[in-house]
């Protein structure tokens, strides 16, 4: 009796293994920690070569020292320096890579949506390329989007190689990205973040497991070169009391009014320069773009680069209120003509200084008035940077999460809540698009940056099955059966043996094309059916269907110590459950409707 208690022991132990997580999960992660040791070294690597740019065509120097183009002595031929980085990017755009050309979020998630999460090699190799030439030249960007392309790409080769299944891939590719974004500006939280909100739009343990590993493997690699402290250091920021908050809610609707417009404005020069009258456009657009960004640098130098220097001294109260309005200004025109006119770049941290110097100045504004109810400005630029990123990218979560993880600072946090989802809400109200998806949609894609647990999932299959139902002896002629069974209460008719075991279904048209004949319902008993059990979610049950091309589905149950049906479903009972959300969100849903009609004509 002994031996026969302790060999179930493990069975009972085992008996839930990989139900809640598949064991592949296992190989995935360790997959998504190489891939994420990779983003980090890749992310660290384009930061070095950005440095040897700006060194390079700003200083006449060969260095891999910070440096930023600001401090640069060229005078008026500083003009010229940016749009050399737009001839070459525009030639590789042209000739070799057409995906180069953008901020590389939107590339990532057409490689999800559209793509089986395939990217090639050569993305990998030319996109840091691309970027280091143009932001070393000038160019107004971050290097985050395009390390978030390139560790993505870096994911999907890894899953090319070993020839995992799409969604694998999809992983390994979020994953890549996640570990770009935590590298770049130590923030692993934010790059988890990115991944779910902008490539994953799911929220599953099969796929937040592994890019949560990518994650902190490459934000332990920019720990390794650059240590633990924050980017952008702040001082301890407080509010005055709680009232303040009403004005970081108008605040919210002010960075939501910056962010559709920079949304709109990028639109409409991203179709101009497609249709540029010098030909090929790929290559005079960048180059044009840039001259107009060099021009603009002129006057304001604080454009060119990354901008962290910038980005630093609008979170310490170091410039001026002049000064930040003309340099956000300035920052808005770089940002959308630069990108709009085909090179490429990352949106993150220009849409810092856009928001960070229109927050500190409105924050001076309300503080010559209210002197006693504002407090430090550079709390409102730290809170208004994450704000229009929250509104142009739709990813408020990963806003407020980013903001805090540069800054460390926790008492910024209710701030950044309310700011953020206001302006997030204000965007989504005004706007059908977002930065990252209107590329997208002009392409014919359809991408829903919203994300819930499907139906199917939350509902289980008693939910769905009609319960009174008539099983049909095998041994029963069909003429007995139609005469003394009423068949069109479920349309599936399960066949049992005399002690219930299930042989078969019928339908009606089943029983009526043999009703003339001697047969039994044995003999024309169907198989096209799956089996189902209390408990288990419609979308096992579904994907079961799929698998075995059937629209019937047979619920069984124990009665007397056997196995019985006791419920029946076909796809359309399943397809009532689209019809009760279709109910309970029927203003959001007409509101599509119409959305979609509009866009139609």
Sequence with gaps: MSTEVSSRKPRLYLREFGVALEPAIVKVSALALLVGLVAGLVAQGLLELIYLFTNLFFFGRWSFAISYPVSNHLGVWVIL?????????????????????????????????????????????????????????????????????????????????VKLTPYQRRVLLAAGAAGGMAATFTAPLAGILVAIELLLFEFRARSFVPVAIAAAAATSVRVHFVGWAPLFPTPAFHLISMQELWLFALLGILMGVVAICMIRVLFWLEDYFDHFFLKPSAIWAPVVGALILGILGYFYPQIFGTGYDTIRDMLNDQLTVSKLLGVSLAKFWALVISLGSGTTGGVFAPSLIVGGGIGAAYASAWHHFLP????????????????????????????????????????????????????????????????????????????????????????????????????????????????????????????VEKDGTLLGILEAHDLLKEINNPVRARDIARQDFVTAYPGETVDVVTRRMIQQNAENVVVMGREDGRSKPIGVARAADILRLRRWVIEEEAPAVEALRQHAASKST
């Design 372 to 495: 006693h109810l504002v407090s430090d400005p550079a709390l409102y630029a730290l809170v208004a940077m994450a704000a229009v990123f929250a509104g142009i990218a739709r990813a408020p979560f990963t806003s407020i999460v980013f903001l805090f993880e540069l800054s460390r600072n926790p008492n910024a946090i209710l701030p950044l809540v309310v700011c953020c989802m206001i302006s997030d809400g204000f965007v989504r109200l005004f706007s059908a698009e977002s930065i990252m998806t209107g590329k997208l949609v002009k392409r014919g894609l359809i991408v829903l940056q919203d994300y819930s647990v499907p139906v199917l999932m939350r509902s289980r299959i008693e939910q769905v099955i009609r319960k009174e139902f008539s099983a049909i002896p095998a041994d029963a002629d069909v003429k007995s059966v139609v005469r003394d069974f009423y068949t069109e209460n479920t349309g599936v008719l399960p066949v």
């Design 81 to 161: 320096i940016p749009p050399i980085g737009g001839l070459l990017v525009g030639v590789m755009v042209h000739f070799w890579e057409p995906t180069l050309k953008g901020h590389g979020i939107p590339e990532a998630m057409e490689a999800v949506l559209m793509g089986k999460s395939l990217i090639r090699m050569r993305v990998a190799i030319l996109k840091p390329l691309a970027t280091a030439l143009a932001i070393g030249t000038g160019g107004p960007f971050g290097a985050e989007g395009p390390i978030i392309q390139t560790g993505a790409a870096f994911g999907s080769i890894f899953g090319q190689l």
